[in-house]
């Protein structure tokens, strides 16, 4: 089995070490990544924006990009909705860049996603002796319906322990441009998510999307909070039972 990543825009910028633990796990289980230096943003920023011609420049490219992949993974529930939802919708005027867009679409998934329906991970092999909690972001968990598949896998971490975080459903006050462009409601928004984090006594928060865990992380730091945060797949990297 083949995967190409899709390292979105935050991943390659800003945590690129996401990225290697998705590849690191994808080939404990015997899948072959590559990576194509082509790839550019998804463009939900501009779609998000009201800028869709810009939005619908970006998606051809990445329909030419990953065309020929087998499956494409990302570590970004948000990233993998604008490609699965809005491709075909954007493309939808031409025939054959819709049938491009749809076979794209349906071939992409997110990390967590792809290892419980494609791969059919029922153990993993991971150690991470802490308690934590899991904050659902919101194009994933709606926008995708996954919300089960990260706490499948979490719940096999040994040493790992879940505590249910209040409110979990609750947006974490990111939502891309809407973070700059309504920054002080976005801040009152984060600022309930960590009282709701630090409620459940976790050391650490485990997500999925890293916009949201650059937006919660980024204002533990600035508050002086020592609660660390860490994408699915950088806890899953962390092989070999200890």
């Not at 970004?76 to 919708?89: D, F, K, L, N, T």
Request: proline share 2%; with cysteine.
């Amino acid at each position: 089995m083949k995967v190409s990543l899709f390292i979105t825009c935050l991943s390659d910028v800003f945590f690129p070490h996401v990225g290697q633990s998705v590849v690191e796990v994808l080939e404990r289980y015997g899948v072959e990544v590559d990576f194509s230096q082509a790839q550019t943003c998804c463009g939900q920023p501009a779609y998000n924006s009201g800028y869709h011609k810009d939005a619908r420049k970006a998606a051809k490219h990445m329909v030419e990009v990953f065309g020929d992949s087998e499956y494409v993974v990302a570590p970004s529930g948000s990233c993998v909705a604008m490609i699965r939802h809005y491709y075909p919708e954007l493309l939808k005027d031409n025939a054959l860049w819709y049938k491009r867009a749809k076979a794209v679409a349906e071939k992409t998934y997110e990390f967590s996603e792809f290892l419980v329906h494609v791969l059919k991970v029922d153990k993993v092999d991971a150690h991470l002796r802490t308690t934590a909690t899991y904050h659902h972001s919101c194009h994933m968990s709606r926008g995708l319906g996954l919300k089960q598949e990260p706490a499948a896998l979490l719940s096999q971490v040994e040493g790992l322990r879940m505590e249910e975080l209040p409110y979990c459903q609750d947006c974490c006050g990111f939502g891309g441009t809407f973070a700059a462009k309504m920054s002080a409601i976005s801040e009152a928004m984060v600022d309930e998510k960590i009282k709701h984090i630090e409620e459940t006594g976790a050391n650490v928060l485990i997500g999925s999307d890293m916009g949201c865990l650059m937006n919660i992380g980024g204002r533990l730091r600035r508050s002086g909070k020592e609660i660390q945060v860490m994408h699915v797949a950088e806890v899953l990297a962390r092989g070999g039972t200890k």
